[in-house]
């Protein structure tokens, strides 16, 4: 579990690297394309023993250009070829980092004394300092982890990281990777990551472990790659059970949304998962703090907290049903759940129009805990057809009818409200030609509105889209909601302070 939870196979390092290495090419040219002439630029972009790298020759055909040979082309060519001219407002691709440090949201870069460049080109004097605001995301939220999750092979993962718009130029012409030369060198980085993990249970039923952009920000699901992969395992005859990570008004309506338009893949159940503790918390019970004792109303029977928590599996329920899939409950037994309280989840999950709803006790007892829930599952994909399935909106519709339709049909929310940045971004995606990708979500996991604090079923609310960010390579936008951020802070005790290793054996402590 260790090795599980630390490096494993050093996916996630291969993604900071990609990730980096296409934040450094975007510094970089700009730093170039302000001190150099458009000739000092060819002329170190295509060294006459070099010529045109295999990525050039994409750029040159993207601007229309079908020559190979860097002699052939004319001044105003080579112009278009070597000046990007990056306007630096525009671009929204930021460095990355797996660890938790608020005070990378917002830094500078080109602060060195060396990173200064002419007043103007071709004129020696007076020199400017290169530098611009930028900030830090955590890894899981980067677009090449959102790629590998969603890329269906090493071929197509090539294609998605190279069309990657990093911003746009003065010109308004959207910028890529490719532009920048970085798409093939950046698939090299990720050519091991694409290959998903094949782990176990305690009981050695296969686990495919791949990829892990994070549910509040990115898609957060596992890979197409690894879902390919354990269906052919599996058989015509046997089931692949895939995650979507954190509340179903999250994970779940991104793997509809976003995921089964990119596999073609169609579900015909969705399991959602429901705890009594979390129910009584939505059901109006204490505050819950990590590190903290769970007050006496999650450790002893109390029905009407249960009770009226269970509005928001409803609404859960609800919403899986949208999408015509079975959905069945899998209610995770504590052992301080009391019969009348698994009842009373599972009457109300009937009720709201649940295919099943099973206490699955496989905490305690392993697979065996399980069995029943197995046999829901089999039974609800048994009861439906792969016809039945259905996305919640139209990529064709503009992207605010997009955004209103998950937050109004997944959300409840009464409408959505726009910044002046969300909306020049929204105007220039549109413009781009990026309006008919799909809509992925980056709001609070622990309501169904943007405000953390609302649980149950919030009504009367509206959100608000602070930013929008184009995740073009990877397939989707994505409107940053609320008060979310994109890299966490810690709090006052992290829990490294409990994790160290015994030197003797080797054997780490404090992780779990």
């Not at 911003?167 to 308004?172: D, L, N, Q, R, V």
């Not at 503790?277 to 505050?287: D, E, S, V, W």
């Not at 994109?486 to 080797?506: H, K, M, N, Q, S």
């Amino acid at each position: 579990m260790e090795e599980f939870n630390l490096h494993l196979t050093g996916d996630i390092h291969a993604v900071t690297a990609a990730n980096n290495l296409l934040a450094a090419a975007i510094e970089t040219r700009m730093f170039h394309e302000s001190a150099q002439s458009d000739a000092a630029l060819f002329r170190r972009l295509c060294p006459e023993k070099k010529g045109f790298a295999p990525v050039m020759l994409r750029r040159l055909r993207k601007l229309g250009v079908e020559k190979t040979d860097p002699k052939e082309l004319t001044e105003e060519e080579i112009s278009k070829f070597v000046r990007l001219d990056i306007d630096p407002d525009t671009v929204t691709w930021q460095r990355v980092m797996d660890t938790c440090d608020r005070h990378l949201r917002k830094v500078e870069v080109g602060r060195g004394k060396n990173e200064t460049v002419p007043e103007t080109i071709g004129v020696k004097g007076a020199r400017k300092q290169h530098n611009r605001a930028t900030g830090f995301d955590i890894t899981v939220a980067s677009e090449v982890m959102a790629v590998l999750a969603l890329a269906t092979s090493l071929s197509d993962m090539r294609e998605k990281l190279g069309a990657m718009v990093v911003g746009y130029s003065k010109k308004g012409a959207p910028i890529t990777a490719d532009d920048l030369g970085a798409g093939g060198a950046m698939t090299v980085l990720m050519k091991d990551a694409i290959m998903p993990t094949l782990m176990q249970t305690a009981e050695s039923t296969p686990v495919m472990v791949h990829a892990g952009p994070f549910a509040n920000i990115a898609t957060g699901n596992s890979s197409i790659v690894a879902d390919q992969v354990a269906l052919k395992l599996a058989g015509p005859d046997g089931f692949v059970i895939t995650e979507a990570g954190f509340g179903a008004d999250i994970g779940m309506e991104k793997f509809f949304n976003i995921k089964c338009r990119a596999s073609g893949l169609l579900p015909k159940c969705a399991v959602i998962v429901a705890t009594v503790r979390a129910l009584k918390m939505h059901g109006g019970g204490p505050p819950v703090s990590a590190g903290k004792p769970l007050a006496p109303a999650y450790l002893e029977e109390n029905l009407e907290l249960v009770a009226a928590g269970c509005a928001n599996l409803v609404k859960h329920i609800e919403n899986a049903k949208k999408f015509g899939v079975n959905a069945v409950v899998a209610i995770n037994k504590f052992k301080t759940d009391t019969p009348a309280e698994v009842e009373v989840v599972r009457a109300a999950s009937l009720q709201a129009g649940a295919f099943d709803a099973v206490m699955s006790d496989h905490w305690a007892k392993g697979g065996v805990g399980a069995a029943d829930l197995a046999r829901a599952v089999a039974a609800a994909c048994a009861a439906n057809e792969d016809k039945n399935f259905k996305f919640l909106y139209e990529v064709e519709r503009p992207i605010k009818d997009k955004i209103g339709a998950i937050c109004r049909e997944i959300y409840g929310a009464d409408g959505v409200d726009y910044t002046e940045l969300a909306e020049r971004q929204i105007e220039t995606y549109e413009g781009a030609g990026f309006g008919k990708l799909p809509i992925c979500i980056a709001k609070t996991q622990y309501s169904f509105s943007c405000d953390a604090a609302a649980k149950g079923v919030p009504t009367g609310f509206r959100v608000t889209v602070r930013e929008v960010r184009g995740c073009v390579g990877a397939g989707f936008l994505y409107p940053i909601c609320g008060d979310i951020q994109t890299i966490p802070g810690l709090p006052t005790r992290p829990g490294f302070y409990d994790v160290d290793i015994d030197t003797e054996t080797g054997e780490v402590n404090g992780l779990f």
